[in-house]
């Protein structure tokens, strides 16, 4: 029998991370929200990122996306130095993701349909018609295939979160990140899109990276839990959502799980 040696066997695990994040520094101006942080995410898993208000949750993803450019450190998603990258490059990562945040509104004059095959339209090459099955496919997926020729304004806030994610999905990235899907949802609108993101999670396999502070959002879809602090600007706890609430010694991240309504698991 062959056995990999300790070099192959790192290589194996290596390839199983789809994001990788190291020594990312932060600034604005003067500034440093986040000094030296770094995690890697498993293809398929749901990483949840928490922590308090200001604490640099957005400012963390929005430079894993390429939308600043970080102080010092890497980032490397789906194979792409996002850091570095070529504008060739950058437009081959941003098919490969797909963002859903509170300011990723959908265009108010464009219908739920047109919406979503935008970004088709823009990346994928593909004739009007079948651009447009594509995007009743995703709309389909996500619940809404009656709604295509509604406008925005015309359908309820989580069927705008609904159609936001078909539209993320469209170009099927291996990586969808999120800020706060359930930001203006009541409990029970929340609980299903947390379902919605799990299905399509198993059934696509597709990587996820969520800012939330929800508490039962956090246990019905974490996989970990990545929890950051003003103190030290950066990581305080990595782990499961269940591990953190019962191991975790750090009394931060104790008073956050203690939030957590009864019966949740
Ligand atoms: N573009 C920017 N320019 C200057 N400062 C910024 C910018 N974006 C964020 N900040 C600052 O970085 C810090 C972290 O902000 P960030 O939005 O990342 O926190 P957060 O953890 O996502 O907070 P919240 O939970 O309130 O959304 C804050 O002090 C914020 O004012």
Same mark, same amino acid.
């Given at each position: 029998?062959?056995?990999?040696?300790?070099?192959?066997?790192?290589?194996?695990?290596?390839? /199983?991370? !789809?994001?990788?994040?190291?020594?990312?520094? +932060?600034?604005? #101006?003067?500034? *440093? @929200? $986040?000094? %030296? &942080?770094?995690?890697?995410?498993?293809?398929?898993?749901?990483?949840?990122?928490?922590?308090?208000?200001?604490?640099?949750?957005?400012?963390?993803?929005?430079?894993?996306?390429?939308?600043?450019?970080?102080?010092?450190?890497?980032?490397?998603?789906?194979?792409?130095?996002?850091?570095?990258?070529?504008?060739?490059?950058?437009?081959?990562?941003? /098919?490969? !993701?797909?963002?859903?945040?509170?300011?990723? +509104?959908?265009? #108010?004059?464009? *219908? @739920? $349909?047109? %919406? &979503?095959?935008?970004?088709?339209?823009?990346?994928?090459?593909?004739?009007?018609?079948?651009?447009?099955?594509?995007?009743?496919?995703?709309?389909?997926?996500?619940?809404?295939?009656?709604?295509?020729?509604?406008?925005?304004?015309?359908?309820?806030?989580?069927?705008?979160?609904?159609?936001?994610?078909?539209?993320?999905?469209?170009?099927?990235?291996?990586?969808?990140?999120?800020?706060?899907?359930?930001?203006?949802?009541?409990?029970?609108?929340?609980?299903?899109?947390?379902?919605?993101?799990?299905?399509?999670?198993?059934?696509?396999?597709?990587?996820?990276?969520?800012?939330?502070?929800?508490?039962?959002?956090?246990?019905?879809?974490?996989?970990?839990?990545?929890?950051?602090?003003?103190?030290?600007?950066?990581?305080?706890?990595?782990?499961?959502?269940?591990?953190?609430?019962?191991?975790?010694?750090?009394?931060?991240?104790?008073?956050?799980?203690?939030?957590?309504?009864?019966?949740?698991?």
């Amino acid at each position: 029998m062959n056995v990999p040696d300790s070099s192959a066997q790192n290589q194996v695990l290596m390839e /199983r991370s !789809i994001i990788k994040v190291k020594g990312l520094t +932060a600034r604005f #101006g003067e500034s *440093t @929200i $986040l000094q %030296n &942080v770094s995690f890697e995410v498993e293809k398929g898993e749901i990483v949840i990122i928490a922590g308090g208000s200001g604490c640099g949750k957005s400012t963390l993803v929005r430079h894993m996306i390429g939308i600043h450019q970080p102080a010092a450190g890497s980032v490397v998603i789906a194979g792409v130095d996002v850091v570095n990258a070529s504008s060739r490059d950058l437009s081959y990562f941003r /098919r490969n !993701i797909g963002v859903l945040f509170q300011s990723g +509104a959908l265009l #108010g004059s464009y *219908t @739920i $349909l047109e %919406n &979503v095959m935008l970004p088709l339209q823009e990346f994928s090459g593909l004739s009007l018609e079948n651009v447009e099955q594509v995007a009743r496919l995703k709309l389909s997926l996500v619940g809404l295939s009656g709604y295509g020729n509604h406008l925005p304004s015309e359908v309820s806030g989580g069927m705008l979160k609904r159609a936001g994610l078909a539209r993320a999905m469209v170009l099927d990235p291996k990586v969808l990140f999120f800020d706060e899907p359930s930001a203006g949802l009541d409990p029970i609108t929340s609980a299903e899109l947390d379902r919605l993101l799990l299905s399509i999670n198993q059934g696509l396999g597709t990587t996820m990276v969520v800012i939330t502070h929800e508490l039962p959002s956090i246990f019905n879809l974490a996989h970990r839990v990545i929890m950051l602090d003003k103190e030290p600007k950066g990581i305080i706890a990595i782990g499961s959502p269940v591990e953190l609430r019962d191991k975790s010694k750090d009394p931060r991240v104790i008073n956050f799980f203690r939030r957590e309504p009864l019966g949740q698991e």
